[in-house]
């Protein structure tokens, strides 16, 4: 099926750039040519916004472009507020952070719509390539009622293009010395007056011919560095606009096949005779149907009635060694909200109501000799329908407040109220200071959201798991930002800010009670998070932008068990992160040249040996990035290299000469897998420019 697909994509693409291109061929000259007129701006990779209400970053198209983010998971390299790292060292599953939390605490949105929920966050971080993409913005702390109550840490929001705008085809492609290819293709219509299409395309294929065998086994713990992956995304938007009628309406498809490979197979060096390797296939499908419509209602201005759907279907089936979990889940999230004001313009309210449904049907397997996990279902449906209310206060100059609250029914785990505040006031042009408070909610899926802890030959401990309550938060956070003049007119920004989030409840993960197990229960002690953050944005002259970012992180967690209630470090949390990013553009941008350094503090290492063992951590390790581009009207070309000096955590497996034994694991990953990583790209706009 992989292989048609992957032909279908091909030729897809082939039929999109010679449309455009036979559409540039056949319009008629005009009667009047008119001379070139260049306009152009230097815009930054990075944004600190000064008119957001949260403290917000802003990763522009320029920033996407700085380095080979191929995927929203590599978009976050030059930012400081949000980091990724590797689940494991086998199934090239990545997760974010934000705060120091995991990213299963930030609310992941599309255009304002709640995403990567449930099954498809384990690998939906790598199912949004990040050419399809026009911005990523991250806000910190706690947000709008308006989405829901699972933003604990803070909110991601992905802004995709739009068909309304840009060129007619855009195609780019990107390939690495370990043969790794991807390609995409975005192009858009205007069919009528009134509405206009869009078709996005990806296709990833890595490549290991037997030639490139060692490349693919570089430590030589006989496996793969990196799986083997074939990747297919389809999304087909819609957009309709009736500015007669004041109505507008988004609509779209898409589409997701996954099909990696981890593991041991033939091309691993010098496989011990007899042991059977050891496997880690995982496939994932996945569909999602949406539809976004705003009406304008009545004659008062700024008065509208907006109307949400979105439906998910996503399938996954997934094996490491002996360990299998297989499992869908079907999800439907309707939102109805009316905007307006209340006599003037400075007391604005949003209200509505919202519903969410989700079904999961999982099953897990362990068939280890010494584990024998009979075949576990987990199957679970939340029914939640709620209410909100939020109210805007922009009536004193410069400041304004937020104030909202929402009222959820979940028919697994009863009432849940939501309030959340945020203010924001404009001490003067260069002094702006953020506050905000607010509490937040979710349901854990233990398993998928730890599917690293599979790589391993640890027991799960599924004695607790159907007793799991519902995790509950708290997020307060304050934001100072700085402008300061510099020379030639410009101004420097230095963004400072504090977040602390304190759980009522969490899903406890323990993997240090036994180094051959894994526990879940519901947390009976402490577990917080702070988070010190300092950013500085600066143009030392034009072309030339600095960005610089430092954060400290103080991740607490209590284990139970075992007759002790034991408070120590959240392990594999890096301590500290420090990033610079320099960039140089020539005139016009025809060049651009970026250099990225990252610094990782250390972070605690599970103990060995249960609880009260000995500390054990691990180094802090620089990464450097660097890309050089050439631009033209039509087509860019860059070349780059990723992890420049070859920084790599040493035996990321333990007991990987015979992985059907005890103290087998992959998990514990804390640095880089790959190498050092050289790769070449080129993208290419074609047709019509709006």
């Not at 949260?54 to 983010?69: F, P, Q």
């Not at 430092?550 to 607490?556: A, D, G, P, S, T």
Request: charged residues 20%; hydrophobic residues 40%.
């Amino acid at each position: 099926m992989i292989s048609f697909t992957r032909h279908c994509f091909i030729v897809a693409s082939m039929f999109l750039a010679f449309q455009a291109y036979a559409q540039d061929a056949t319009k008629p000259d005009s009667t009047v040519q008119l001379g070139e007129v260049l306009v152009s701006a230097f815009r930054t990779g990075t944004i600190l916004s000064s008119t957001s209400l949260l403290k917000s970053e802003t990763i522009t198209r320029a920033g996407l472009t700085k380095m080979a983010c191929c995927t929203l998971s590599e978009s976050f390299e030059n930012s400081a507020a949000a980091n990724v790292a590797y689940t494991d060292a086998i199934s090239g599953a990545k997760q974010i952070q934000l705060l120091g939390l995991a990213g299963i605490y930030t609310q992941t949105l599309a255009e304002n719509i709640p995403v990567l929920r449930g099954l498809a966050s384990t690998y939906g971080w790598s199912y949004t390539p990040s050419s399809w993409l026009e911005s990523i913005q991250i806000s910190k702390g706690a947000s709008s009622v308006v989405n829901g109550y699972e933003a604990i840490a803070g909110q991601i929001n992905m802004e995709f293009r739009k068909p309304v705008s840009g060129e007619s085809v855009y195609t780019d492609f990107y390939a690495n010395d370990l043969l790794h290819l991807e390609e995409n293709v975005a192009a858009r219509w205007q069919l009528n007056e009134k509405l206009w299409t869009g078709l996005m395309l990806h296709g990833t294929q890595s490549i290991h011919p037997e030639a490139l065998a060692e490349q693919h086994d570089r430590n030589r713990d006989h496996f793969l560095d990196a799986p083997k992956t074939q990747n297919v995304n389809l999304y087909n938007r819609w957009f309709y606009l009736d500015e007669e009628n004041g109505i507008q309406s988004r609509s779209g498809v898409k589409f997701v096949y996954d099909d990696r490979f981890g593991g041991q197979d033939a091309s691993c060096h010098d496989l011990v005779e007899g042991i059977p390797y050891f496997e880690a296939p995982v496939k994932n499908t996945g569909f999602t149907l949406y539809n976004k419509t705003g009406i304008t209602v009545g004659a008062k201005p700024g008065t509208s009635l907006g109307i949400i759907n979105n439906f998910t279907w996503h399938e996954q089936r997934s094996a490491f060694g002996r360990k299998t979990f297989n499992g869908k889940q079907a999800s439907w999230y309707a939102n109805v909200l009316y905007s307006s004001y209340l006599n003037t313009e400075n007391h604005r309210y949003t209200a509505g109501a919202s519903f969410a449904y989700d079904n999961y049907d999982t099953e897990f397997l362990d068939s280890l000799e010494w584990n024998q996990t009979p075949l576990t279902r987990l199957n679970r449906t939340e029914v939640v329908p709620g209410i909100f209310a939020e109210y805007t206060f922009s009536g004193i100059e410069k400041l304004t407040l937020v104030a909202g609250l929402r009222v959820d029914y979940n028919s697994r785990y009863g009432w849940l109220v939501t309030p959340r505040a945020n203010v924001k006031y404009d001490v003067s042009d260069h002094i702006i200071v953020r506050a905000s408070a607010g509490r937040g909610y979710r349901s854990a899926n233990v398993i998928s959201e730890n599917i690293g802890l599979m790589a391993s030959s640890r027991q799960f401990d599924l004695s607790q798991i159907n007793s799991l309550d519902m995790e509950r938060a708290w997020n307060f956070g304050g934001n100072l930002v700085l402008y300061i003049p510099t020379w030639g007119g410009r101004q420097a920004t230095l963004s400072l800010d504090y977040f602390h989030t304190r759980f009522q409840n969490q899903a406890i993960v323990d993997i240090e009670r036994n180094r051959n197990a894994v526990f879940f229960y519901n947390l009976a002690g402490r577990s917080f998070a702070n988070a010190w953050q300092a950013d500085l944005l600066l143009t030392v002259f034009r072309g030339f932008d600095v960005f610089a970012a430092f954060r400290l992180n103080n991740n607490r967690i209590t284990y139970s068990g075992d007759n002790r209630r034991i408070e120590t470090e959240k392990p594999l949390v890096s301590s500290y992160r420090g990033l610079v990013n320099l960039s140089y553009a020539t005139a016009l941008k025809r060049w651009v040249f970026d250099v990225t350094a990252q610094l990782n503090g250390q972070s605690r290492l599970p103990g060995l040996n249960g609880y009260d063992s000995q500390k054990r951590y691990s180094p802090a390790y620089p990464v450097y990035f660097a890309q050089i581009t050439k631009n033209s009207k039509r087509f860019d070309v860059y070349l780059g290299v990723e992890n420049l000096l070859d920084y790599k955590q040493e035996n990321p497996i333990t007991g990987w000469e015979n992985p059907f034994q005890r103290d087998f694991d992959a998990s514990m990953i804390w640095g880089p897998l790959a190498g050092r990583k050289i790769y070449l790209g080129f993208r290419l706009r074609l047709g019509e420019m709006m």
